[in-house]
């Protein structure tokens, strides 16, 4: 097959979509299909991949995806692929993959991490007044019409997003769910990077250190995992360290550590490109995210064995049986079940039970299975397609 991707961009360093959209692209490639990215990225083609740079016309920022889209649709029709791939909100594809969720639960979501109503109200109204975001809400809603393209929802609560926000019918919906891809470690590997690791951040072996690695540290739910620290310590449970990696401004929760007297408990590492060395030396993987449509992290972490505390927020919950492989917490803002949560894996057996049963579901998770699971839905869709409509974004 000739297979289009289209992705706004694709700078890998941004983690999420980008990365899972390029793992995509030479996966697919490597099972001898034809692949074209189209992307407004500029960047030289990689062996196996076609990239076609797509620059929007010089409008308002607020219209540059729509200008973006446009004319990756005109330029998918000169390359006459067979199947239409989009990660970003294109209502012409065939396949509609959104990574990171739709936006009536982002709006919700995001709206969720202010702690007071006045602050949830204050929230809500700017979100309504932000034009770019309106632009990409009406894309959506296009897509979500009668006659769109296939939604391949990365988790069962994609997908009810879907039904819930959209009303759309079960025959254009398909779960295929997240997969990760990360480079393996040996047993040896990882006891010489956790050594390593923890003796630069002057961690003892012993010492139970917890990861949260993200990019947007209010959505995954820093506030309240704070909150779990500071009772954690107030309740006498003082044998561990918070690493927090990851873009984004530190002053803030700094301020507030520091308030509470945490500085000796809390360590902040920045943007990294050491994820694998941190995942090695971690014990568990906290995660309290108000929303992810199913998270890359929580994926690589039981990747790699280590126990995964999230929330019903987060897709990737579906791949973690509570008690079993990690925890799963219904409300983000409940710090004192996230700390009690925190607290049941200090044991060193039971994480090591926890993580063999996190190991087990490597196949589960793996995007390689993804892709096969994409490549059969693309396969589905070219054999009942005709020629394609002539219409534009």
């Excluded at 988790?155 to 891809?181: K, L, M």
């Excluded at 959505?219 to 990696?245: D, Q």
């Excluded at 301020?255 to 971690?282: E, H, M, N, W």
């Excluded at 607290?343 to 063999?356: C, G, M, N, T, Y």
Aim: one cysteine or more.
């Amino acid at each position: 097959m000739k297979i289009a991707i289209v992705n706004e961009r694709i700078e890998v360093w941004r983690g999420g979509a980008e990365t899972s959209g390029m793992e995509i692209a030479s996966l697919l490639a490597g099972r001898g299909h034809d692949v074209h990215i189209f992307t407004t990225t500029n960047t030289q083609s990689v062996p196996g991949i076609s990239i076609h740079t797509v620059s929007p016309s010089k409008v308002l920022r607020t219209r540059r995806m729509v200008s973006f889209l446009r004319r990756a649709d005109a330029a998918i029709r000169k390359e006459e692929c067979d199947i239409v791939h989009a990660i970003s909100p294109m209502p012409t594809a065939d396949v509609y993959q959104p990574r990171g969720g739709l936006l009536p639960e982002i709006v919700a979501r995001n709206v969720a991490t202010r702690p007071t109503a006045s602050r949830r109200l204050f929230k809500r109204a700017m979100l309504a007044m932000n034009v770019k975001q309106r632009s990409q809400v009406a894309l959506e809603r296009r897509i979500f019409r009668d006659g769109g393209p296939i939604i391949a929802c990365v988790s069962d609560y994609v997908a009810r997003q879907c039904r819930e926000h959209y009303n759309t019918p079960e025959e254009r919906i398909r779960v295929i769910f997240n997969g990760v891809n990360p480079a393996p470690l040996s047993d040896a590997e990882r006891a010489t990077q956790r050594a390593e690791m923890r003796s630069e951040l002057g961690i003892a072996d012993d010492q139970l250190l917890l990861l949260f690695l993200a990019h947007n540290y209010r959505l995954k739910g820093i506030n309240p995992l704070i909150e779990a620290v500071a009772r954690l310590v107030g309740g006498g449970f003082k044998s561990f360290r918070l690493l927090v990696a990851g873009r984004d401004n530190v002053v803030p929760y700094k301020r507030r550590i520091d308030a509470l007297g945490l500085q000796d408990y809390v360590t902040f590492t920045g943007p990294t490109k050491r994820a694998t060395r941190f995942f090695a030396s971690a014990d568990v993987c906290v995660h309290p995210t108000f929303y992810d449509p199913c998270s890359r992290v929580v994926l690589e972490a039981l990747y790699y064995g280590v126990p995964s505390i999230t929330t019903a927020y987060n897709g990737a919950s579906e791949m973690i049986k509570d008690g079993s492989n990690g925890f799963v917490i219904d409300r983000p803002d409940d710090s004192g079940l996230l700390a009690r949560r925190i607290q049941d894996l200090a044991s060193e057996p039971v994480r090591r039970q926890f993580s063999a049963n996190a190991i087990a579901m490597r196949e589960r998770i793996s995007m390689g299975r993804h892709v096969a699971e994409l490549e059969s839905l693309f396969e589905e869709v070219l054999s009942r397609k005709g020629r394609r409509l002539s219409s534009s974004v």
